[in-house]
């Protein structure tokens, strides 16, 4: 094994119509029209000496290293900036250029620390590089005149020029005195990440990188490392390169937080991971990252890892560590006694979007094969499963109709109920950068997120509704569409059902759906809705964006259906820079949905109810199957209350942390027999637990993963599982023990069992995987290569069925007790409840929830900014710190549950989506008041916390 080297070809690769065609060094190349000299010369493999050039990046022109010469030209052009032309005849080595580069890297190195040989980038330099291609054996100038070279001399500091380092940043160092002040990082943060932080100040020899007045924390830097990555110095370089030295090979894997999917080369030494980079050939993400994906990995080997099975008899008793075999045989004596004595339908297993597709594939088949009933479902029914239920119905698959790429062509972008910059932040910089090249942006959220405006990108349209009515905004947008004129008559007529069309128009027409009369439920101005309905619809190509904001609500499936309704009537899906797009919360969740572990379905979809489906696996398995769908989450809490669920598998998930009305979850916990969970860490659910099985991090598995786009990519193993075994090994050895035997060698035999059983997934194995990197489902005879773009001629279920969605408002009323609404959601350095990234230098940027609050409404309650104040719902109470934020619309509070600490769903309520029971998160009605105390559910739960730890032989953090 050995380093991965991608080609950099200097220049970005273009893609064009007409092709040129020139000779270099005496041969022929024909590229695409608008590619550089440059990047011509490397397609034949000349590489061209460079240092202010590199593909991610627009070329700059600024370091004059690349010159060339090209026949009846007089001078030196830059080949970086010098687009090839048809019959040119370039020369990229005589004497004279290599005089001038000669002459560029002496004054550079004039200027640079020489200690190569201690440098934290030795082995990876550019500077390096390019001083060898030029032949480099002498500096004419010296090195003492005026440099930025920190002095040597005993009196300190003396030379003004030298700028000390800045190591604010957790995971990555600047060292000003390495500077060639090339620009890379500058453009990378403007071009690739576009958050612009960086900038170059002062002129000539004063000039420097600075990112803001104090240094990179501080700085408006979200820490996403393209800048690092880009520069060709050790000037900004990862701690670890420099803790640790080189990496000596690497393997290409995926990300395991959000739903974007980036592809990473892990970057290794022997066994250890010396930093994360971002692959160029990743589809999700084409070689940018974000800070969780770059860095946030250091929770694989955390000292919180569990990595020993242990058991114990009730949940008071202190955890006994025992062999793997001990624990799996108490697991399976214990489920097989629950079901002997409560019936088959008393055991349930709970999936995870964090497990690979084949974890999942095997949990569902261990419940519906093994306990013999259907009784699965996924931590999806709390995010996106009305995604699934809303574009089945309309569009016939459950599932987002692009690929990213696509945004590349969008005209307008409606972003409802997502806050990308923090959710899915690579893909919220391919969305910026088409919104820079003036794309038009829409963004219905009640809180005014980063896209709303950040630096070059400003909303056209911010419909900031109230929380709860987002049913109501889209059927006035729809209204405006239908009575206006605005439908798409041809695309209807063709690709949609007629009759269910007439009536839905009929619906939306009605004056209770028009923008003047929803104005009182959605608060949104009837004049900017009737705007930005008109710029959807006739604004060229419209693609819709959406997240949890849509789903985690009582009408989260009507939602869908409203925008799928929306998107058909203005003829925006089936091509490219159109469609309506989930973005999906965690790594997995298009995967476990597509896995078969929801209660009524099995992979693909198919409802169990099926006589034909179920035959396909009768017949595989060698069992018969329950045809009545089983259990969702919320019922089989539910049903342990009440004393007929009795026993539950979780795999990789923390329902009493995720889940809402805390108090529930931990009753229906507490009411079972046996909890067996499967992770990294104590979560807040074992301490329901009798049996802990220690998971692997996605360092320590092979697989796949499924992300939002439906691209299907490898996970690849690069560290031992700290516990000594592969998770999809424990779901064997128990499914063995319940006397299901499960053969597979290899997760790749796995993948293959999943694409005998499921249509859309026929034509997946681990050989195409790695021939083509990934693919999108549908990947099967039809689409060998897989499916980037669905519904293109028709729809998957035929004619696109137009929906009835009628505005209900929720139950969940706020009045005089309860005044505020709460709304819930994410912030960038943290991923969920934060079992990894709290465990990570991630905490430096968000070690607490806070409450966000509008001056109003904490003015009119006597708060200021850093108050500990008490957070009150109908369900419980919390305390947490206020933060006075003008994000934030008067009568709406925010705040995100990534600490277990917080206890924000101690608060949130029980009402769900009508069709899925996805909880309704995103609207809860509370007030707020200062306090001195934490919540006595805070309190007893970091008791509780506290004991955990010392029962599991550790002592907590003084820190915690
Ligand atoms: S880490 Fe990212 S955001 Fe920060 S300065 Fe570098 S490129 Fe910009
Ligand atoms: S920090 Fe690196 S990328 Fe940025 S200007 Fe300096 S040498 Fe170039
Ligand atoms: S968290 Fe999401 S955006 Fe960030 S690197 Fe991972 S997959 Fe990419
Ligand atoms: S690489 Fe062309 S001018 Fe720097």
């Not at 034949?44 to 009846?72: H, M, N, Q, W, Y």
């Not at 993400?285 to 946030?296: D, L, M, Q, T, W």
């Not at 028009?514 to 309905?533: F, I, K, M």
């Amino acid at each position: 094994m050995s380093l991965i080297k991608e080609i950099d070809f200097g220049t970005p690769i273009r893609v064009a119509e007409t092709t040129v065609t020139l000779t270099i060094d005496g041969e022929s190349v024909t590229v695409p029209a608008g590619t550089s000299v440059m990047a011509a010369a490397m397609s034949l493999g000349t590489k061209i000496p460079k240092l202010c050039a590199t593909d991610s990046l627009e070329p700059f022109g600024s370091c004059r290293l690349c010159l060339v010469e090209i026949e009846g030209r007089r001078g030196t052009p830059a080949s970086c900036t010098t687009p090839a032309e048809n019959g040119m005849v370039v020369r990229t080595q005589s004497e004279n250029l290599a005089s001038l580069r000669k002459g560029v890297m002496e004054l550079y190195i004039s200027d640079h620390p020489l200690d190569c040989l201690t440098c934290s980038a030795n082995g990876d330099c550019e500077l390096q590089d390019m001083a060898g291609a030029v032949g480099l054996r002498e500096v004419r100038y010296g090195y003492e005149g005026e440099n930025h070279v920190k002095p040597v001399t005993m009196e300190g500091y003396a030379n003004e020029s030298w700028l000390p380092k800045d190591s604010s940043n957790p995971y990555f160092t600047y060292d000003p005195s390495k500077c060639i002040v090339c620009n890379r990082c500058v453009r990378a943060c403007a071009e690739v990440q576009g958050t612009f932080a960086l900038t170059i100040t002062g002129r000539g020899f004063d000039s420097r990188v600075a990112a803001g007045p104090t240094d990179f924390l501080g700085s408006e830097c979200v820490s996403c490392g393209a800048c690092v990555q880009a520069c060709p110095t050790a000037t900004l370089i990862e701690n670890k390169v420099i803790e640790l030295g080189q990496p000596e090979h690497s393997k290409v894997t995926t990300c395991a937080y959000c739903g974007v999917g980036c592809s990473f080369k892990a970057e290794m030494q022997g066994d250890r991971v010396v930093r994360m980079v971002p692959y160029k050939d990743g589809k999700a993400n084409e070689g940018h990252s974000c800070v969780k994906g770059r860095f946030a990995w250091g929770y694989a080997t955390h000292k919180d890892r569990m990595t020993k099975p242990m058991i114990r008899e009730a949940i008071t008793d202190p955890w006994r560590e025992v062999s793997w075999d001990e624990a799996i045989a108490y697991a399976a004596s214990e489920f097989k006694r629950i079901q002997a004595k409560y019936g088959r339908e008393s055991v349930g297993a709970i999936t995870s979007s964090r497990c690979t597709n084949e974890e999942v594939y095997l949990v569902q088949k261990l419940v519906r094969a093994g306990f013999r009933n259907n009784n699965v479902d996924t931590c999806a029914r709390v995010c996106h499963s009305p995604t699934g239920y809303g574009l089945k119905t309309t569009l016939g698959t459950s599932a987002g109709t692009q690929d990213f790429k696509s945004v590349e062509k969008a005209d307008v972008i409606l972003v409802i109920g997502a806050n990308p910059t923090d959710g899915h932040p690579v893909f919220a910089s391919r969305m910026k950068k088409r919104i820079r090249q003036g794309a038009k942006l829409i963004v219905a959220d009640p809180r005014r997120i980063d896209m709303v405006k950040s630096p070059h990108i400003e909303a056209q349209y911010h419909l900031q509704l109230r929380p709860g009515t987002n049913v109501a905004l889209v059927n006035a947008l729809a209204h405006v569409v239908v009575t206006e004129g605005l439908i798409d008559e041809t695309y209807v007529r063709e690709r949609c059902d007629l009759a269910d069309f007439e009536v839905w128009a009929r619906f939306v027409a009605e004056e209770r759906n028009s923008p003047e009369a929803s104005e009182q439920y959605t608060g949104v101005p009837a004049a900017d809705l009737r705007a930005a309905a008109r710029l959807y619809a006739t604004g060229g190509n419209g693609a819709i964006f959406y997240g949890l904001g849509v789903t985690e609500h009582s009408q989260g499936s009507t939602t869908v259906m409203a925008m799928a309704n929306l998107a058909m009537a203005t003829g925006n899906i089936g091509r490219e820079g159109v469609g309506i797009n989930p973005l999906r919360g965690q790594n997995n969740v298009q995967g476990s949905c597509d896995m078969g572990s929801f209660p009524h379905e099995f992979t693909g979809y198919r409802h169990v109810s099926d006589d034909a489906t179920r035959d396909i696996f009768e017949k595989l398995w060698g069992v018969q199957l329950d045809s009545e769908q089983g259990l969702r989450i919320p019922n089989m809490l539910d049903d342990a209350v009440g004393g007929s669920f009795k026993g539950l598998y979780v795999q990789g998930e923390d329902i009493a942390q995720s889940d809402p009305n805390t108090q529930h979850v931990t009753a229906g916990l507490a009411a079972m027999e046996c909890v067996i969970i499967q992770d990294l860490f104590l979560n807040e659910t074992a301490k329901y637990a009798h049996v802990f099985l220690p998971g692997s991090s996605f360092l320590e598995k092979d697989g796949t993963f499924t992300n939002a786009e439906r691209r299907i990519n490898r996970v690849r193993q690069v560290m031992t599982p700290l516990s000594g075994k592969a998770e999809f090994q424990v779901t064997i050895d128990l499914a063995r023990a319940l006397g299901l035997e499960m053969n597979y060698a290899h997760p790749s035999e796995i993948m293959d069992e999943i694409a005998l059983v499921t249509p859309t997934f026929a034509g997946v194995s681990y050989a195409k995987l790695e021939e083509f990197g990934s693919v999108q489902w549908p990947c099967n005879d039809k689409a060998p290569l897989g499916t980037p773009l669905m519904h293109v001629d028709r729809f998957v279920r035929g004619k696109g069925k137009f929906m009835i969605t009628e505005y209900v408002p929720t139950q969940e009323r706020t009045g005089p007790r309860f005044p505020l609404i709460l709304t819930t959601g994410r912030i960038l350095s943290q991923y969920n409840v934060g079992a990894q990234t709290r465990r990570t230098e991630n905490q430096a940027w968000h070690d607490e929830d806070v409450l966000e609050i509008h001056p109003f409404d904490a003015e009119s309650r006597g708060i200021k900014d850093g108050d500990l104040v008490a957070l009150a719902s109908r369900s419980g109470d919390i305390s947490l710190r206020a933060e006075i934020s003008e994000r934030m619309q008067p009568g709406v509070v925010y705040t995100t549950f990534h600490h277990a600490s917080t206890g924000a769903n101690v608060i949130t309520t029980d009402y769900s989506d009508w069709a899925t029971n996805c909880p309704e998160y995103k609207v809860t009605a509370v007030e707020v008041r200062r306090t001195n105390y934490y919540s006595e559910w805070q309190e007893r739960n970091r008791e509780q916390d506290v004991s955990l730890r010392l029962i599991a032989g550790r002592l907590p953090d003084a820190a915690e």
